[in-house]
């Protein structure tokens, strides 16, 4: 099983987000991310035995009980692997939210669990767009990016998210939610 751990921005958030994208999704053809997909993901497993997941899920919920909802809020542009080769376009996260701890403690969590984690290291932010494969000069939509501000808001729980490849729109993964934990 294909699964993530992930903060899943809050609807105004999320509809902020998309409404101020919506205009300018012609000007490209990415592959945009659909607004009910936008999250900031803290762990990636490639693949996990199914028995394992219920574990994976316990040890996380303990390894988060003493960290609480802080704020947080979308805001800037990050671009992935740089902006003159562009691949990933994403927006950055500001705010007080302990993302960094909480990718630690969700990847510690896999590994205690015998999960393998992708080791990318951890840059916080939400995806918005995909070139298709094709490096691409992103200046322009950087620049457009670093002028959003999106609502804040409270970060107040950590979602366990299956992703079945090719089973959603367009081809697109479908997510399932296996698990949200409160902090």
Do not use: K
């Amino acid at each position: 099983m294909r699964i993530f751990t992930a903060v899943i921005p809050s609807p105004d958030a999320v509809d902020h987000l998309d409404a101020f994208l919506e205009p300018r999704r012609a000007a490209a053809d990415f592959r945009w991310t659909r607004a009910e997909q936008l999250h900031l993901t803290l762990a990636f497993m490639a693949s996990v035995p199914e028995p394992r997941v219920d574990d994976y899920v316990d040890r996380l919920a303990e390894s988060l009980d003493d960290i609480t909802p802080a704020p947080a809020q979308l805001a800037g542009a990050v671009v992935f692997p740089n902006v003159a080769e562009g691949r990933i376009l994403a927006t950055g996260l500001t705010g007080t939210a302990p993302f960094a701890q909480l990718a630690v403690r969700a990847r510690n969590a896999a590994v205690v669990s015998g999960i393998e984690v992708d080791g990318q290291r951890f840059r916080p932010h939400v995806t918005v767009a995909r070139t298709g494969g094709r490096p691409t000069e992103l200046t322009s939509w950087v620049r457009l990016l670093e002028t959003y501000e999106g609502p804040e808001w409270s970060v107040g729980a950590v979602a366990v998210v299956a992703s079945h490849l090719g089973e959603g729109a367009r081809r697109t993964p479908r997510y399932e939610t296996l698990a949200e934990i409160q902090l």
